[in-house]
């Protein structure tokens, strides 16, 4: 299968703490994105990269929240000082063009104790 | 400001019957109209897309109907099977599909009944 792989699948953490996702995107797709979905509701857009440019962040997120994708590939999502708030299952999609659709990872579920 | 409204919240539908879900948009910049179908555990799995130059598109049990005066557009799924048994999001962002992020509904969790 080589879809959106996401990595770990669920992370359990103290508040306080800091953690780190992974996302793989689908081969030679040049666009990632990361999206933020709490239960009961639909995911909520955090950010996007073309390649290895970040070229839009969403106001969801703060400064405590931080992506990369330095070689254009993969790419890291970091939450720091992790907050109650913060616990959501945190989405990866990625595409291969601007006319092409998104297609999203099975995500990483956040839990802050 | 939600801008994408989604509507019922849940709904039950018999087996081989037709399932009808609403969505209402606000920004008139949008072009790109995509479903998604959410199972528990995963990630969400596009289902059909639409855009605002045609009103009705169709594949396969998946039908989308769009109203671009009235701002709306709507999933019909037809011979409704359990296995369609899901969440259901609708979605729309601007400049296309890739291009941005998608802004979505706040889903509806659609059961078949055998």
């Known amino acids: 299968d080589t879809g959106v792989s996401q990595d770990p699948r669920h992370k359990i953490t103290k508040r306080g703490q800091n953690v780190t996702f992974r996302c793989d995107p689908i081969?030679?797709?040049?666009?990632l994105y990361w999206y933020r979905q709490t239960l009961g509701q639909g995911p909520e857009f955090l950010t996007y990269f073309q390649n290895e440019a970040q070229l839009e962040k969403s106001r969801l997120l703060s400064d405590r929240f931080s992506a990369e994708r330095p070689k254009g590939s993969f790419s890291t999502l970091e939450i720091q000082r992790t907050e109650q708030g913060d616990s959501a299952m945190y989405l990866c999609?990625?595409?291969?063009?601007?006319?092409?659709?998104?297609?999203f990872g099975d995500g990483t579920r956040l839990s802050i104790l | 400001q939600q801008q994408v409204k989604q509507s019922p919240q849940s709904l039950i539908v018999q087996k081989g019957g037709i399932s009808i879900i609403n969505c209402a948009y606000e920004?008139?910049?949008?072009?790109?109209f995509p479903w998604y179908q959410q199972f528990p555990g995963k990630g969400p799995a596009l289902l059909i897309a639409?855009?605002?130059?045609?009103s009705e598109k169709k594949e396969g049990r998946f039908t989308i109907s769009f109203n671009k005066s009235a701002k709306q557009f709507s999933l019909h799924i037809m011979d409704s099977q359990p296995g369609d048994s899901a969440t259901y999001f609708c979605?729309?962002?601007?400049?296309?599909?890739?291009?941005?992020?998608?802004?979505f509904g706040k889903g509806t969790h659609l059961i078949i009944q055998p």
């Open positions: 081969s030679e797709h040049n666009r």
């Open positions: 920004n008139t910049a949008f072009d790109y």
């Open positions: 639409i855009r605002p130059d045609v």
């Open positions: 999609a990625s595409s291969s063009s601007s006319d092409q659709p998104q297609h």
């Open positions: 979605a729309a962002s601007i400049k296309g599909g890739g291009a941005d992020g998608l802004t």
